[in-house]
């Protein structure tokens, strides 16, 4: 079964927070072991957390829509699996993983990176305006990691600079580049031009498309720190179908893609 998807997108763009980012104390929110004394703060699975939003479930992933409002922070959540996550708009963020110093960063928009789990954490937006993100948990296991690029954006800059580069593959249309990579899963930043498409070169392999510039559409003219999440930014395909994306709106569309090995 051929699957294809048109998307007339607006002009404009595009897992959890990571491990490697540790916060200051939040009142009500303090870190604490599971096992301190009564009290003090244990830590929710990430389903309980209330700024993340399950989008989509499946035998290789649970994506969540996040987002923290500006000034907020998340509760004292638990991330039991790897997970990817992706960035929408440039972010402040503070985070405090249990047991570690807290660390402060600025993420650029459509930064993309990998967390290893099991850890628990708080996150909290130092920013003025909503911190928004995917974080897809990987169920599968994924064995060992390499990284290419911080960002999607960084990723097709590149590819636009580098054409004999192995990470980078261009067809009719489309750039493709691998952002990060594991045993089990790729991480693609894909841009279709105008009118043209973008076809899967394994068909046997699985796809979760994040439709980076859906989620300026859903910003409130005058209200840009409204809620939005959860609004469905995410399409799975299964294997064995032609996967194709095209783009039929006047503007190069960006798509953040996971790829599944399935084992080959």
Not at 215 to 242: C, S, V, Y
Request: glycine letters at 6%.
């Amino acid at each position: 079964m051929r699957q294809r998807f048109l998307f007339c997108l607006t002009p404009i763009f595009l897992i959890g927070v990571f491990v490697g980012l540790p916060l200051t104390p939040v009142s009500g929110n303090r870190v604490a072991l599971e096992n301190e004394t009564p009290g003090q703060v244990t830590s929710v699975p990430i389903s309980q957390e209330h700024h993340h939003h399950l989008a989509l479930e499946n035998p290789f992933i649970r994506a969540y829509e996040v987002e923290v409002p500006p000034h907020d922070s998340t509760l004292l959540h638990r991330h039991d699996q790897n997970y990817v996550y992706v960035v929408f708009g440039d972010a402040d963020i503070t985070n405090a993983v249990e047991g570690k110093p807290e660390v402060k960063a600025h993420l650029a928009d459509t930064t993309v990176n990998f967390a290893h789990g099991p850890f628990a954490h708080i996150a909290r937006n130092d920013g003025d305006t909503t911190f928004r993100n995917i974080t897809v948990q990987l169920l599968q296991p994924q064995g060992e990691l390499k990284t290419y690029y911080p960002s999607v954006d960084a990723a097709l800059d590149a590819a636009s600079k580098e054409p004999s580069n192995n990470n980078f593959r261009r067809t009719k249309g489309a750039i493709e580049a691998v952002v990060l990579e594991t045993n089990a899963t790729r991480a693609l930043a894909v841009s279709v031009k105008p009118g043209a498409a973008w076809s899967s070169p394994n068909p046997h392999h699985t796809y979760l498309a994040v439709w980076i510039d859906r989620w300026r559409e859903h910003l409130k003219p005058g209200n840009p720190n409204a809620e939005i999440f959860p609004i469905q930014m995410e399409t799975w395909f299964n294997p064995g179908d032609e996967t194709s994306i095209r783009n039929s709106t006047k503007d190069p569309m960006n798509v953040f893609i996971l790829e599944f090995k399935n084992g080959n």
